[in-house]
């Protein structure tokens, strides 16, 4: 039988130090599950003793604080809180998590707060009379919800230095699901009943999973704003659900076309959306362009290589386009949108001057990289110069570009009938116009 020599207990303990890097903060007490921070010059850690003698796994019963200015040499604070020493109601406790915090002023912030992008709900520096809620999503990452409860009390969420730049802000749009007509956001600076800026009434969507985006004029929201409170007010508590909110800056130049102005019928390219930039020209969700076209790149409207041109991409339900554009004549037109998506329930709806001209209309998601056109017709549209919108309805519509033809108009008119009935060729064209037609507005017809 082999036996195995123990070695001798020095030769153990150079093992044991070789095997260990040098400048440990401190090399005699065994911690676990450390969490840092840093305070001034000096980084704090605080971690665990997570005894795994209980019967019922590790137990943690005191943490330990441990710092050091150098990297090299540490300190030993030892035991700073023990349970339930400390905290009469709980018999353990769980793995550190260490923020800064000082009593009475908290930490100095680090930067000032950008108001332009989504933020998410329940984003703040101080809160009130509010409670979240997770949200799980299929196919998507979980989201966190804010609740207020007005009823309880007086209900807010403050956000701290926030920068709205010398132009300063002019809408506030606000994404929510609302089941009492009267949930509402106020706008108020300095405190929970300072100075109003604006206030938006929630869209009423009758149900926790229909969510509505709202948006609201605000006033006198410029430069660096120390505290800004959001306001929830309403009749009864846990009646909306919050999951963002953005503030959309003043306009650089007005809305108009970014070229020439577009015509219809003629050839809208989808990336050749108005000048006026976000929340006046478009909303798109991502302040960044994130597409790959190097193309408007100032702009946030993603503009992606597709098609062998260029495409609007990684779109949102939500997201809008805008175009201004100059209807030749008052009529019906048939419109085929070059158009590519990998999701099932991708969609898109066209409006002019923000009233509905086409339904929903569907995507083809056969294939990611093989643009295909989804066809339809307009509801009939009054001449001159109009602003059309393509609204995301479905998510992850990639957009080509979108052709308007007065082929309706054309036919409301033609054929002639000769005197002896219709001609053959006459016919002929007719029924072949029809079919293309059925053929076409099968998709998104506007009913
Ligand atoms: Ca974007
Ligand atoms: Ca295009």
């Not at 795994?52 to 590790?58: C, I, L, N, R, V």
């Not at 680090?110 to 009130?128: H, R």
């Not at 909303?283 to 190097?294: I, P, R, V």
Request: proline share 4%.
């Amino acid at each position: 039988m082999k036996t195995i020599k123990k070695p001798p207990l020095e030769t153990a303990l150079a093992l044991a130090r070789a095997s260990f890097a040098e400048n440990p903060i401190i090399n005699y007490h065994y911690l676990a599950d450390p969490s840092a921070v840093v305070v001034g010059d000096r980084l704090f850690i605080i971690a665990d003793t997570d005894d795994e003698s209980g019967s019922d796994g590790y137990t943690i019963k005191a943490y330990y604080a441990l710092s050091t200015k150098d990297m090299v040499n540490g300190t030993n604070h030892g035991e700073v809180l023990r349970v339930p020493r400390d905290v009469s109601w709980a018999s353990g406790a769980w793995v550190p998590a260490v923020a800064y915090g000082n009593t009475n002023e908290g930490p100095a912030s680090i930067g000032n707060f950008d108001p332009y992008d989504s933020i998410p709900a329940t984003t703040g520096s101080l809160m009130q009379n509010v409670a979240s809620r997770t949200d799980l999503v299929t196919s998507a990452p979980p989201r966190s919800l804010l609740i207020p409860k007005p009823k309880t009390g007086t209900s807010w969420y403050r956000i701290s230095n926030v920068d709205f730049g010398s132009g300063g802000a002019t809408k506030f749009t606000v994404n929510a699901a609302s089941l009492n007509a009267d949930n509402a956001v106020e706008i108020r600076t300095g405190s929970a009943t300072g100075t109003l800026a604006g206030t938006c009434k929630l869209a009423s969507t009758g149900s926790w999973s229909t969510y509505a985006t709202t948006e609201c004029a605000v006033s006198g929201l410029t430069g660096v704003v120390s505290q800004m409170y959001l306001v929830f007010t309403g009749t009864a508590d846990s009646t909306a659900a919050l999951l963002w909110w953005k503030m959309v800056s003043a306009p650089t130049v007005p809305q108009g076309p970014y070229a020439d102005t577009l015509a219809i019928p003629g050839t809208i390219e989808a990336e050749d959306y108005d000048v006026g930039g976000a929340g006046y020209a478009y909303y798109d969700e991502t302040s960044a362009n994130e597409g790959d076209a190097d193309f408007r790149t100032t702009e946030s409207v993603d503009i992606v290589s597709g098609n062998s041109s260029k495409a609007v991409g990684y779109t949102i339900a939500g997201e809008w386009f805008e175009y201004t554009v100059n209807v030749a004549k008052a009529g019906t037109y048939s419109f085929e949108a070059t158009v590519d998506s990998g999701s099932k329930s991708s969609s898109f709806q066209l409006f002019l001057d923000d009233d509905a001209i086409t339904g929903t209309v569907k995507v083809d998601s056969s294939s990611w990289t093989a643009y295909s056109t989804a066809s339809g017709t307009t509801k009939a549209l009054t001449a001159g110069t109009h602003v059309l919108k393509i609204a995301i309805t479905g998510s992850y519509v990639n957009s080509d570009k979108i052709v308007f033809s007065d082929e309706i108009t054309k036919l409301m008119k033609s054929p002639k009938k000769s005197k002896g009935g219709e001609s053959k060729k006459n016919k002929a064209l007719r029924q072949s116009r029809q079919k293309s037609r059925i053929k076409g507005v099968s998709k998104g017809c506007f009913d």
